[in-house]
């Protein structure tokens, strides 16, 4: 009747609607649909969402409830369940909005996680390791690594970003001058090993050729050499 007597509009067909019209502008509109449509899931004795018991299953439908509101407004379904109790629910959500943001705007995704990063390092490092295993963003995902402090969260990272760059590239010697710049000690020498044995398993002869631009101690570079004699073996 409020509605009515204000002249605003009732579409009942919500879900079909926002995909066509702007979710915040329209949203006065769907709302008595989204009111009916709660009553009536609850006379079906439906529960609701935070009274489900957890478990994998619950989990699941956090995850693609949450994955569905991110993909019409990421900013807000992030918020939402952010501000959810700590657990794996929680957890789910966010994985659900990583996801969805990830394909729509991966520096957004980014950018948010890195702007709570001091007080969630663990959601900052889950968006990170999202953008980097989807192998679609790995330079950008490479300007956020110094945010981490996990050091073996960033070690994986960087072996992914590692392989992922010579992809997507084609010249690993890009690859080896970044990791020169942003990777120190076994993290190093490790990915140094990582990527000239990747390469190596392609191009043997050029991979050889990366070897005097490997830089550090001469353990360094007998990794480098045990990883192309191991693959021209």
Known sequence: QIHARAGIIINTG???YLTTADAV???HTVTVSQLLNAFFAQAAGLADLAKLKPGPKTQSIYESVFEAMAEKDPATAAALALALDHGPNRDAALKGVMTAWNKSDAKGLLDWAKGIADSNQDVFQNALMTVVNSWDNPKLAA?????????TVRSQAMITLTHNFEFSSQDPADTLAWLTQVATGNDYLNNIKSLIGFYAQRDPAEAAKLFPDVTGVYRARATVLASLATTWG
Do not use: I
């Not at 300007?143 to 050091?151: N, S």
């Open 14 to 16: 919500e879900d079909n």
């Open 25 to 27: 502008s329209g949203a």
């Open 143 to 151: 300007q956020y690594l110094d945010v981490v402090t996990d050091p």
